[in-house]
């Protein structure tokens, strides 16, 4: 009994090492399936990648070289060729206007009616004086002509004559300054008819009829603005000073002025009229104005407008377009569109920028396409599906 007890209890002793041994190869095994999956996913999962991700979409222009002008831009302020504010020369009240408010008006035009009948009045009385003092000068003439045969025949003393003589220059002054006073009464009567000075544009009238006015009052009746030819003046920084000089000197500068208003109007017969004799050392620029024709009216007072100056030509300027120039953290760039149809980011040299071109100075070369737009898409080695800008517009 005791012997077989024993055998009968010897396999569940062995039991537990058998088990071990089998959960040992178990974890074997799955380790080395678990290190072969790894291996082998990123491979799989690079190439699902490459062929899962799409050429990003871009518009790309060509870099040219050109002819482009050399201009210098600015803002400006419209100013009126000619601004008169219109007073009374005389006392009176207004009878009349006839005219409206923003009106345009020639030189000589009658704009405002003062009663006149107080200075007709006036004149009448100069006019009388003026007869009666030349009535005067003749009585005098006379008596002068008669003493003087007197003291040829002795018949009167030398100073007795000289009191005649004198008598006939008093009355000539007297008959001039009656004269001089009728003018002055015409003059005055003349100023109670009010006529514009120069060929404008009124403004709002600011005195009504039946008011009463002053001569060389502190208020304007009316202001009037010569708006044909008109000026833009305009500031540029020093540096362009001697260039700009330097041109003029040789001929006339044209000036283009680009409005800033929703109709985009552009005045391009402008000519550079005028430098001013020092620069403002506050601001470290040169004031100038161009003079515009101004025919049609597109230029208005008190309007801002961008102020291009031509100054000459530049030959052979690398140019793309603006919309293609990027800036970041080191400066400014532009994506460029490889051979095999990969971007490259390449910073660049800007040398100026002349509205919808720029002008680059290094790092382009004429023939390569840049992005102008879809650059927010776009990394370094990035494949890319190009579109001409051309055809695009």
């Avoid at 050429?55 to 870099?63: H, S």
């Avoid at 007073?87 to 206007?97: E, H, L, P, S």
């Avoid at 009666?132 to 003393?157: G, H, M, P, T, W």
């Avoid at 470290?284 to 100056?309: C, E, H, I």
């Amino acid at each position: 009994m005791p012997c077989n007890r024993s055998k009968r209890f010897a396999p569940s002793l062995n039991a537990p090492r058998a088990l071990c041994g089998f959960v040992f190869i178990a974890v074997i095994a799955a380790t080395g399936l678990s290190g072969c999956s790894n291996k082998d996913t990123p491979a799989a999962a690079k190439g699902n990648a490459d062929k899962g991700s799409p050429a990003a979409p871009v518009v790309v222009a060509e870099v040219t070289r050109q002819t482009v002008p050399l201009r210098v831009q600015a803002i400006g302020n419209v100013e009126p060729y000619t601004t008169v504010s219109v007073k009374a020369r005389v006392d009176g009240q207004i009878v009349d206007a006839p005219f409206r408010d923003g009106q345009d008006v020639v030189k000589g035009q009658p704009l405002f009616q003062i009663d006149a009948r107080p200075l007709q009045a006036l004149l009448k009385q100069a006019e009388a004086n003026l007869l009666r003092d030349k009535a005067q000068l003749e009585r005098a003439r006379a008596q002068e002509i008669r003493y003087k045969d007197l003291l040829a025949k002795n018949f009167v003393s030398p100073d007795a004559y000289a009191q005649f003589r004198t008598n006939v220059e008093t009355a000539e002054a007297t008959a001039g300054a009656d004269e001089a006073a009728v003018e002055t009464a015409k003059l005055q009567l003349e100023y109670t008819t009010i006529r514009s000075p120069i060929n404008g544009r009124t403004g709002k009238i600011m005195i009504q009829l039946g008011n009463m006015v002053k001569a060389n009052d502190t208020n304007p009746l009316v202001v009037i603005n010569q708006v044909s030819p008109i000026y833009l003046n305009f500031a540029v920084p020093e540096q362009y000073l001697g260039a700009i000089r330097a041109a003029m000197a040789k001929h006339t500068l044209k000036v283009e002025a680009s409005l800033t208003d929703s109709q985009g109007g552009a005045a391009t017969n402008g000519e550079l009229a005028f430098i001013d004799n020092a620069v403002d050392t506050t601001t470290g620029t040169v004031k100038l104005r161009a003079r515009f024709p101004n025919q049609d009216n597109l230029l208005w007072p008190g309007q801002f407008a961008t102020a291009s100056l031509t100054l000459g030509e530049q030959q052979g300027a690398i140019v793309v377009p603006s919309k293609a120039v990027q800036t970041g953290p080191k400066g400014q760039f532009v994506f460029v569109v490889k051979p095999d149809l990969t971007a490259e980011q390449r910073a660049v040299v800007v040398e100026r920028v002349d509205g919808a071109q720029t002008v680059i100075a290094k790092g382009l070369t004429p023939g390569e396409k840049v992005v102008t737009i879809g650059q927010v898409r776009l990394t370094p080695g990035i494949k890319v599906n190009p579109k001409s800008d051309s055809a695009k517009s």
